[in-house]
């Protein structure tokens, strides 16, 4: 998928309240598709992002974390995480936008643990999906950002 342009959505991140790809371009976005809310791996993966915000902040590029968990589910755990990021619901029809970023992991009927660094200008620039058990880390989304040119860091 890199080198292709991100599938567009529109998500719940509250009840009132849907979330664009469209509504960040201009800048890099980090995807991060997770299976779910309170699985233990996901907790502190998302963890990390939290902390991962003053380099993100640093880059110019904001975190967006997906599973098809609903928004009230999204609402409770990231109080209870600190999440400052936006929590997006994807669950109707389930999973439809991780599946069309090949993010979805037919076993579990979930979002697989996959990210994604989506330029300035809307193009996936670096993708990778992980087993369920692992949590990716930071290296190598702070890699894929830090290797985006210039020209598609920002316009």
């Known amino acids: 998928m890199p080198?292709?342009?991100?599938?567009?959505?529109a998500l719940r991140s509250s009840p009132h309240c849907d979330v664009a790809l469209e509504d960040y371009r201009g800048g890099p976005i980090v995807l991060a598709f997770?299976?779910?809310?309170?699985?233990?791996?996901?907790?502190a993966q998302l963890e990390r992002y939290r902390d991962l915000?003053?380099?993100?902040?640093r880059l110019g590029a904001e975190l967006l974390a997906i599973s098809s968990d609903t928004v009230w589910s999204?609402?409770?755990?990231?109080?209870?995480?600190?999440?400052?990021?936006?929590?997006?619901?994807?669950?109707?029809?389930r999973a439809k936008i991780a599946q069309a970023y090949g993010?979805?992991?037919?076993?579990?009927?979930?979002?697989?643990r996959s990210l994604f660094v989506?330029?300035?200008?809307?193009?996936?620039?670096?993708?990778?999906?992980?087993?369920?058990?692992?949590d990716p880390g930071l290296d190598r989304i702070l890699s894929a950002l830090e290797g985006l040119p210039p020209a598609t860091r920002q316009p």
Do not use: K, N
């Not at 993010?103 to 697989?112: G, R, Y």
């Open 118 to 134: 989506i330029d300035a200008m809307g193009v996936i620039a670096w993708s990778e999906s992980f087993p369920e058990s692992v």
């Open 74 to 93: 999204h609402a409770a755990f990231a109080r209870a995480h600190h999440l400052p990021f936006q929590l997006l619901a994807d669950h109707t029809p």
């Open 34 to 43: 997770y299976i779910a809310d309170w699985h233990p791996v996901c907790s």
């Open 103 to 112: 993010a979805f992991d037919v076993q579990v009927q979930a979002p697989s």
């Open 3 to 9: 080198g292709s342009p991100a599938p567009a959505f």
């Open 53 to 57: 915000g003053p380099e993100l902040m």
